[in-house]
C-alpha cells in the first residue's frame, strides 16, 4: 500500500555570491578611566573651573563640583542649551554658585581646571568613565582656554546666562574677544587653509549613514570607520583630527578604538562578524554557513501527479540575508476537496435505500408474514400456509444484498420486485396471503360466534326464573311499608273527629263550679268520648303502615326495580341474539371489500428509489454545488480514479487525496 501524503521536500539557495556592502572589524581597544584622576583635580583646584558641555553632566562628579564651589572656587559653565542642560544647570544656586552661559554653537566637551590642566573628551560629559580622554598641558591647555573665552562671551542674541539660580539673556561681554589662529587648537573659522578630510570615524548608529554618503560625494577616496567608541563623527586628515568645534595636531590625540573599517566585497569573504552599511540597524552581524527555514504556508496541487515536480514561487525563497546557505524546507500538499464540499448524495440514497429495505420492507414484510404463520386457522388450510412460508424464504434471502456492489442493471432488476405499480409485486402478494387469511378467519370467527350466542340464550333462559324469585320476595317485604288504606279523605275525617273529641274531653275537664258541672253532665258523657276515640284511633292506624323505616323501604324498592330490569335486560338479549344468529347464518366473506381494507398496508412499505450513480470503486465521492471530488489515500487507486471521470458526469470532476 503506497499511501497519498504531503511531500516534505528541500531547497537549496546559494548566497554566498550576495555583494555586500559592509564593515569589518579593524582593531578593538578599552578605554583609559580618568574619571578618578578628573575628581582629584577637582577637589584640588584653587581658583577656577571652566566646563563645556553639549549635554547634562554625568552625576559622578557633581559633589566635587559643589565642594569646590563652598569652597569660593569660580565656576564657569558653558551649555549649548540650557533647557536641553537643566539638570545639570540646577546644581548651583547662591550657597554653590557658579556662572553658566549658553552658546549653541558649541559642540565640544572640556573641563578647565586652573588654567593647569584640560580634560578633553570626545563625546559628551553624560557618560565619564568610558568616554575617550586626552588631557592637555601648557600651550593646548591655553589655546583651549581661550576658545572657551571666546565662546563663553560671544553669544547669539538668543542665548541666556544663569547665575544664582536665576536665568536672563546673556549680559554684554566686558571686552572684546577676536577669532584669532593660535598654534596648537583653533576652530575651522580660525585655522588658516579649509580642513580637507581624508577619513572619518563615525558612531554605530544608521542615523549616520546620510552623512557618509554626504561626505563621500566631497571625496571619491574618503575613508569611513565606526566606532562605538565615538557619539559624533570625528575626522582626520594628514596633519590634523576635527572634533567638533575644534581641529588640533594629531600628535595630540590618537584615532579611536574599536573601529570598524569600510568593505565591499561578497558575503563569503566577509568576515564572521560585520556590519551591513545598508541594514536599518547597525549592529553587528554574525555570517552563518547554512540555515534552515520553514516556508510557512505548505503548498497544494491541483492534481497528484504533479506533487513531485512542485517548488515554492520565488517570493517565498527569499535567502537568509547573511547566511552563506539557505535550506528551505516546505511541503507539498496533494489536492483536497474544499470544505464545504459533502459526502455526495448517493451515499445517502444507499444508505437510505438499504435502510428502508432492510429496516422498513424487508423487516415488516417477515412480520407480516411470521404472524400470519400465528394464525390457527391455517391448520385447516395447509395449501395456504405452503405458499406462506415460500414467499417467507424467498424474503428472507434478501436480507443478505448489498445494494452498493450491484451493478445498475442488477439493482434495477431487484429494485422492481418492490414496485407496487408492477404486476405480482411482494407487497400484492402479501395482501393477496391476508386476505386468504382473513377469509378463514372470518368463516371461523361466524361459526364460533353462532355457537357462543346459542350458548348464551342458553344461559339467559335460564337466569329468568331465578329473578322471578327474588321479584316475589321483594314484593312481599314492600306489604309491611305501605297503609292497608289509602284515601286521604277519609283519614282527614277521622283526624278531624279525633281532634274534636280530645277538645271537647279537654273542655270539660277543666271546668270547676259544680253548677257547670251538672250542666256538662246533662250534655257530655266523658266514658262514651274516650271509647269513641279509641276507636277512631285504631281505625287511623289502618292508614299508616306496620314499617315506617323509609330508608330500608327506600331499599327494597331500589332492589326490586333493578332486579325487574334485569329480567328486562335478560329477555332484550335474547331476541337479540337470536336476530344476530340468524343475520351471521346469512352472512358471506366479502372479499373486494377486504382487499381494499388490506390496501392501506401499500403506505407501510417504502418505495425504493434507484441512485443517479452507483457508488465508487476505489474512495469516496464528495461533491459541492458544481463539482465531484473523489477522495482517495492509496496511489494505487489514481488510474481507477481518472477513469471513474467517466461515470460521474454533469458536474466537474477531481481526485484529491484524504487526510
Known amino acids: 500500500m503506497s499511501k497519498i501524503s504531503p511531500l516534505h521536500k528541500e531547497k537549496h539557495i546559494d548566497n554566498s555570491g550576495k555583494q555586500l556592502h559592509y564593515f569589518s572589524c579593524k582593531k578593538n581597544s578599552a578605554v583609559e578611566n580618568v574619571l578618578d584622576q578628573l575628581k582629584e583635580e577637582i577637589d584640588n583646584a584653587s581658583e577656577k573651573i571652566c566646563i563645556a558641555s553639549t549635554s547634562n553632566i554625568n552625576k559622578s562628579i557633581c559633589e566635587n563640583l559643589l565642594k569646590a564651589a563652598s569652597k569660593r572656587v569660580r565656576i564657569y559653565g558653558l551649555f549649548q542649551d540650557m533647557k536641553k542642560c537643566s539638570e545639570s544647570i540646577a546644581w548651583f544656586d547662591a550657597k554653590n554658585p557658579a556662572l553658566i552661559r549658553s552658546n549653541a554653537k558649541l559642540e565640544n566637551n572640556f573641563i578647565i581646571i586652573d588654567n593647569k590642566l584640560a580634560f578633553f573628551f570626545i563625546n559628551s560629559l553624560t557618560d565619564i568613565e568610558s568616554n575617550k580622554c586626552f588631557i592637555m598641558k601648557n600651550e593646548h591647555m591655553q589655546d583651549l582656554f581661550y576658545w572657551f573665552t571666546y565662546f563663553f562671551w560671544n553669544n547669539d542674541a538668543d542665548a541666556k546666562e544663569h547665575l544664582l539660580g536665576k536665568i536672563a539673556p546673556c549680559k554684554e561681554a566686558p571686552f572684546s574677544i577676536p577669532v584669532i589662529a593660535k598654534d596648537k587648537l583653533n576652530t575651522t573659522d580660525s585655522i588658516p587653509q579649509a580642513f580637507l578630510p581624508l577619513r572619518g570615524f563615525y558612531p554605530i548608529n544608521n ?7 554626504e561626505d563621500q560625494k566631497e571625496n571619491s577616496t574618503f575613508e569611513v570607520f565606526l566606532s562605538d567608541r565615538v557619539k559624533a563623527p570625528v575626522y582626520e586628515d594628514n596633519q590634523f583630527w576635527k572634533i567638533g568645534n575644534f581641529i588640533f595636531e594629531k600628535g595630540v590625540f590618537k584615532a579611536p578604538t574599536n573601529v570598524w573599517e569600510e568593505k ?6 566577509t568576515p564572521k562578524t560585520f556590519i551591513d552599511f545598508d541594514n536599518n540597524r547597525w549592529e553587528q552581524i554574525t555570517k552563518l554557513d547554512s540555515i534552515s527555514k520553514d ?7 491541483d492534481r497528484i501527479e504533479d506533487m513531485e515536480n512542485t517548488e515554492p514561487p520565488s517570493n517565498e525563497l527569499i535567502p537568509e540575508p547573511y547566511a552563506l546557505e539557505t535550506v528551505f524546507k516546505y511541503t507539498v500538499n496533494p489536492p483536497q476537496k474544499p470544505k464545504n464540499a459533502e459526502k455526495a448524495k448517493i451515499y ?18 417477515l412480520k407480516e408474514l411470521e404472524d400470519l ?9 395447509p395449501g ?11 424474503i428472507e434471502k434478501e436480507k443478505n444484498i448489498i445494494f452498493n456492489q450491484l451493478s445498475m442493471s442488477e439493482l434495477e432488476d431487484y429494485l422492481s420486485k418492490w414496485d407496487q405499480s408492477k404486476e405480482n409485486n411482494w407487497v400484492q402478494i402479501l395482501i393477496d396471503l391476508k386476505v386468504g387469511v382473513s377469509e378463514l378467519i372470518f368463516n371461523e370467527k361466524n361459526k364460533d360466534e353462532i355457537n357462543e350466542n346459542k350458548e348464551t340464550i342458553k344461559d339467559k333462559t335460564n337466569q329468568i326464573p331465578k329473578t322471578d324469585e327474588k321479584i316475589k320476595e321483594l314484593e312481599d317485604k314492600l306489604v309491611d311499608y305501605k297503609p292497608k288504606k289509602q284515601d286521604d279523605n277519609e283519614k282527614k275525617q277521622i283526624q278531624s273527629k279525633i281532634q274534636e273529641i280530645e277538645n271537647e274531653i279537654e273542655k270539660n275537664s277543666h271546668k270547676e263550679s259544680s253548677e ?27 292508614y299508616y303502615p306496620k314499617n315506617s323505616n323509609k330508608s330500608e323501604k327506600r331499599k327494597i324498592e331500589s332492589d326490586l326495580l333493578t332486579e325487574n330490569k334485569n329480567k328486562q335486560r335478560l329477555e332484550a338479549d335474547i331476541r337479540n341474539l337470536n336476530e344476530e344468529i340468524q343475520k351471521k347464518e346469512q352472512q358471506r366473506f366479502d372479499f373486494d371489500e377486504a382487499q381494499n381494507r388490506e390496501r392501506s398496508l401499500k403506505n407501510a412499505f417504502a418505495g425504493l428509489k434507484k441512485p443517479s450513480f452507483i457508488l465508487p470503486e476505489v474512495g469516496t465521492l464528495y461533491e459541492t454545488k458544481d463539482s465531484f471530488y473523489l477522495e482517495i489515500t492509496d496511489y494505487n487507486d489514481l488510474e481507477k480514479a481518472n477513469e471513474l471521470k467517466n461515470r460521474y458526469i454533469g458536474k466537474d470532476y477531481k481526485v484529491v487525496a484524504g487526510a
Open 264 to 269: 565591499q566585497g561578497t558575503l563569503k569573504d
Open 373 to 381: 404463520l400465528e394464525k390457527d386457522v391455517l391448520k385447516n388450510a
Open 384 to 394: 395456504l400456509k405452503k405458499k406462506i412460508n415460500e414467499t417467507k424464504s424467498e
Open 348 to 365: 445517502k440514497d444507499f444508505e437510505r435505500l438499504d435502510q428502508d429495505h432492510k429496516n422498513q420492507n424487508i423487516k415488516r414484510m
Open 295 to 301: 516556508v510557512k504556508l505548505p503548498l497544494t496541487v
Open 516 to 542: 257547670d258541672k251538672e250542666e256538662d253532665n246533662d250534655s257530655f258523657d266523658l266514658e262514651e268520648s274516650q271509647k269513641e276515640l279509641n276507636r277512631l284511633k285504631e281505625e287511623l292506624k289502618d
Open 207 to 213: 542615523q549616520f549613514k546620510s552623512t557618509i554618503i
